[in-house]
């Protein structure tokens, strides 16, 4: 079982600049895969990223390249997600996921997929003003 805790949201004005955490807690496996996805009102829930459980490896939707980040803490056992040049359309309320993942990191497979992440965490909501 793992335990994800998502932390890091709020209200932010467009241009700023966010850093979202996820807490990773519970048993863990090397070929696993953390994902970041996002949930705006109304919308399908969005994948923006991911990265492997070692930290070495990541991936990103096109849409949110040179934009967010994704990276890992070993030691502290957190995925985090930083994102800069805010914009109001970056509303939404935002999920991290893990799940086993052995494959590409290059062409991403079947990163995008939520069907690949066996555990959510609660999410937590980023709200960007104009």
């Known amino acids: 079982q793992v335990q994800l805790v998502e932390s890091g949201g709020g209200l932010a004005q467009a241009g700023d600049s966010l850093r979202l955490s996820c807490a990773a807690s519970?048993?863990?496996?090397?070929?696993?895969?953390v994902g970041w996805f996002r949930q705006a009102p109304g919308e399908e829930r969005e994948f923006l990223a991911a990265?492997?459980?070692?930290?070495?490896?990541?991936y990103y939707t096109d849409s949110v390249k040179g934009r967010f980040t994704v990276s890992k803490d070993n030691a502290k056992n957190t995925v985090y997600l930083q994102i800069n040049s805010l914009k109001p359309e970056d509303t939404a309320v935002y999920y991290c996921?893990?799940?086993?993942?052995?494959?590409?990191?290059?062409?991403?497979?079947?990163?995008?997929?939520?069907?690949?992440?066996?555990?959510w965490g609660q999410g937590t909501q980023v709200t960007v003003s104009s």
């Open positions: 996921a893990a799940g086993y993942y052995s494959g590409s990191y290059t062409n991403g497979f079947s990163l995008p997929r939520g069907t690949n992440y066996r555990y």
């Open positions: 519970g048993r863990t496996f090397s070929y696993y895969a």
């Open positions: 990265v492997s459980w070692s930290g070495s490896n990541t």
